[in-house]
Nanobody, 122 residues
Framework: QVQLVESGGGLVEAGGSLRLSCVASGRTFSYDTMAWFRQAPGKEREFVSAISWTGVGTYADSVKGRFTISRDKAKNTMYLQMNSLKPEDTAVYFC????????????????WGQGTQVTVSS
């Protein structure tokens, strides 16, 4: 059974940093693109960042220059380093794996984690 488990969320002041992790089990994703999405209360889930199997990262404009995506294939784990956090980054952050189509489209992703809450206070 495939599972994606996020961790690392929490409460942080504006300007602070957090590092999210997404541990995959049940199969390897070494040759798959993986991604982070987020969903704020009352809003739709939105794309944050994706990383290809070769390690190339892409980012939403809203997080570019502040967030860095990475992965450790040996640990079947993906990370999201979030710096210079803003109150508008507050959301539940989800990891996703195996997509068919554009990275930014939610329904294109096959596997999802349960999410981890990130709250940024002003």
């Amino acid at each position: 059974q495939v599972q994606l488990v996020e961790s690392g969320g929490g409460l942080v002041e504006a300007g602070g940093s957090l590092r999210l992790s997404c541990v995959a089990s049940g199969r390897t994703f070494s040759y798959d693109t993986m991604a982070w999405f987020r969903q704020a209360p009352g809003k739709e889930r939105e794309f944050v960042s994706a990383i290809s199997w070769t390690g190339v990262g892409t980012y939403a404009d809203s997080v570019k220059g502040r967030f860095t995506i990475s992965r450790d294939k040996a640990k079947n784990t993906m990370y999201l380093q979030m710096n210079s956090l803003k109150p508008e980054d507050t959301a539940v952050y989800f990891c996703a794996a195996v997509r068919s189509g554009l990275d930014t489209v939610v329904i294109n992703w096959r596997y999802w984690g349960q999410g981890t809450q990130v709250t940024v206070s002003s």
